[in-house]
């Protein structure tokens, strides 16, 4: 037996076996809310703390719920009803401006771009906002006779330092407002003044917009094209399948749930409406009876019991995607997901409210992750296959035309092919049938007169172009315009800038979305 010496001398050991042990029953059993402590020491997810990562940065679900709440209000100010679809709408509103704000904060500290105390005392003294102006009359101050703002009292009042204590916090208020808002703004205003154009971007502008052209063009609809002129074989569509399923035809884990709905009779005269909730009280203990008669008995034995002739049967997956499986008749119903996920088999739901009545939910079986079979999905892959073989039958024809060949005796001689002679538009313009594409606008600016294109496309034709005849670039009247374009594009690329870049930041960016397994 150790005496109080040896136990002293081997506490060391005893510690380090005590750390073990904890950490090994901590990895095997997991902590609450499916959070492996493994997984937090390696960075893993928390969906129990955390809403989602956005580039390695655990976003809280307080502070998720706290975005969601500033754009549902934002939604109760523009007077939208605040229900289940409103709900998810501001979720994603809110994720995606989390996402945003993260992408902002580090490029304004990557720049240099933070906001000083100077900076919103110099804003707030000589361009004081409306709504700090009703702040600070709502509060008492700087309000003429005639209800007015008054900027004179109040600029003197700042310059002296005269502003009473009790402003105090709203003044931080805005100070912490401020600090994001004005930094934001420097943001924006940096990635617009990127902006510029080119020499040749204004001329090519002006061409297409001011020199006209004839063309003939011979062209296929290749929606035209027959299904007998071109073969799809059923080793194609299963090689199709395996390129694609990943990406395509990839099953998340679903449940499988049986349902019934207890509809809620539309008010049609003025008394009905007045009699509304009555209505809806009533169908509630409708099927609040039938939900006692499925626990007391079983769910079958509920729906003999209560007469119901329609039961519906869904696969739920958890994701936001496709209403997650529910019928988009019921609208956005996430408490029944997350009935679904959080119970087990055999699992009965209280009565939940849909957007067509009560509906009662009751688990079947759950469905592993895996893949739409093959025979599911083969007539639309046969179908995308046809149209991709369609397109290259109308290129093939096309291209065997000869350039000395009489397009008029072609077009003549085979149904499919159709023939516009000259036909005139802007460069940049629509033409009749074929309409307009870049890569038609870019050979016609290529083009001289006499000369044939290679086989083009527009969005619904593949063709051939002839350049019959071309404006001369009238540089006269380039001069006059040029300031005007350069201007107009100009503007163009400013006020997408910083979009632009914020866009492309939200691509590159790596975000871990759990508010699915929440939600």
């Not at 997408?496 to 790596?510: F, H, Q």
Request: hydrophobic residues 35%; contains cysteine.
């Amino acid at each position: 037996m150790f005496n109080m010496t040896q136990l002293r001398e081997k506490s060391h050991v005893v510690l380090w076996l005590l750390l073990f042990f904890f950490i090994l029953s901590m990895a095997v059993g997991g902590l609450v809310g499916g959070a492996n402590i493994m997984d937090l020491i390696i960075g893993g997810k928390n969906s129990r703390l955390n809403a989602g990562k956005v580039d390695g940065k655990n976003i809280s679900h307080t502070r998720y719920q706290r975005q969601r709440e500033i754009e549902l209000n934002r939604m109760r100010r523009q007077g939208q009803t605040i229900d289940n679809r409103a709900n998810q709408n501001a979720g994603d509103f809110a994720w995606n401006t989390i996402i945003e704000r993260e992408l902002k904060d580090r490029k304004i500290k990557e720049l240099g771009l933070e906001v000083s105390l100077d900076e919103i005392y110099d804003f707030l003294l000589f361009t004081p906002p409306p709504a700090f102006q009703s702040d600070l009359m709502d509060a008492g101050l700087f309000s003429n006779e005639k209800g007015k703002f008054d900027t004179l009292s109040y600029t003197s009042a700042v310059e002296n330092g005269n502003l009473p204590s009790e402003i105090d916090p709203l003044l931080i208020n805005w100070e912490n407002y401020l600090r994001t808002w004005l930094a934001d703004r420097k943001l924006r205003t940096l990635y617009n003044n990127l902006a510029s154009v080119s020499e040749e971007q204004i001329r090519r502008d002006f061409i297409k917009k001011n020199m006209n052209c004839t063309i003939d063009y011979i062209y296929i609809n290749p929606n035209k094209v027959s299904d007998s002129s071109v073969e799809v074989n059923d080793n194609e569509i299963s090689n199709k399948y395996e390129l694609d399923k990943e990406d395509l035809y990839k099953l998340k884990e679903r449940i499988t749930m049986e349902y019934v709905v207890f509809q809620i009779p539309k008010p049609v005269t003025s008394e009905d409406s007045l009699n509304i909730a009555a209505a809806e009280d009533s169908v509630m203990q409708l099927s609040l009876d039938f939900t006692a008669d499925a626990e007391d008995y079983s769910f079958s034995e509920a729906i003999t019991r209560h007469s119901i002739e329609k039961i519906d049967t869904i696969d739920v997956h958890e994701s936001f995607e496709s209403n997650s499986g529910i019928p988009f008749q019921m609208g956005v119903l996430r408490p029944a997901v997350r009935f679904a996920f959080d119970n087990s088999v055999g699992s009965l739901s209280d009565p939940i409210t849909a957007n067509n009545g009560i509906a009662v939910f009751h688990i079947l079986n759950n469905k592993p992750s895996g893949y739409k079979p093959l025979e599911e999905v083969a007539s639309s892959i046969r179908r995308n296959l046809q149209k991709d073989k369609k397109k290259d039958y109308a290129i093939n024809k096309l291209s065997s035309i000869n350039k000395l060949d009489n397009w008029d005796d072609i077009a003549n001689a085979d149904t499919l092919i159709q023939y516009k002679k000259n036909e005139s538009s802007t460069i940049g313009g629509s033409f009749t049938d074929i309409g307009k594409s870049n890569q038609l606008t870019g050979t016609l600016l290529a083009m001289d007169s006499d000369q044939t294109s290679s086989v083009i496309e527009t969005y619904n034709s593949i063709l051939l172009v002839k350049m019959s005849s071309k404006d001369e670039f009238n540089d006269s009247l380039y001069q006059s315009n040029y300031s005007t374009i350069r201007d107009q594009l100009l503007n163009t690329e400013k006020s997408r800038g910083y979009t632009s870049w914020l866009s492309e930041e939200k691509k590159r960016i790596e975000t871990e979305d759990y508010r699915s397994e929440v939600y």
